[in-house]
């Protein structure tokens, strides 16, 4: 079933100006790439709010399934990144979420109940 996952962090604050632009780059550069290419990842993208891209930060990444997320662990090249991924974020503030896409399939199977 088509799914959106969803990530919403912040940078920790003890990030310099160019720790948070190499962080950045990191993402779309290696990151994200590398994260596509696992399947049944759709796209990934990365928005920022205010806060010099550093704060309220959602990753967006529309999956096959929810089942993409434990492929993207054990991808040898996802799981290589993951650290570094995590090591910027303050994980008090940060929150993650799966959400199913609304599809006459996913109607069906609630209506059949």
């Known amino acids: 079933m088509p799914t959106l996952y969803v990530r919403r962090v912040s940078l ?3 990030l310099s100006d160019a720790e948070v632009v190499a962080y950045w780059k990191f993402l ?3 990151f994200i ?4 290419k696992v399947p049944g990842t759709r796209s990934v ?10 704060a309220d930060i959602l990753l967006l990444a ?17 799981r290589a990144m ?4 995590y090591s910027a974020w303050d994980m008090k503030t940060a929150i993650q979420g799966f959400r199913r896409e609304v599809i006459p399939e996913l109607i069906r199977a609630l209506s059949s109940t």
């Open 12 to 14: 920790k604050d003890s």
């Open 28 to 30: 779309q550069e290696e």
């Open 33 to 36: 790439p590398v994260a596509m």
């Open 45 to 54: 993208k990365m928005y920022s709010g205010a806060g010099g891209l550093r």
């Open 62 to 78: 529309e999956m096959d399934d929810a089942g993409v997320y434990e492929r993207w662990l054990a991808d040898p090249g996802v």
């Open 82 to 85: 993951v650290a570094k991924v």
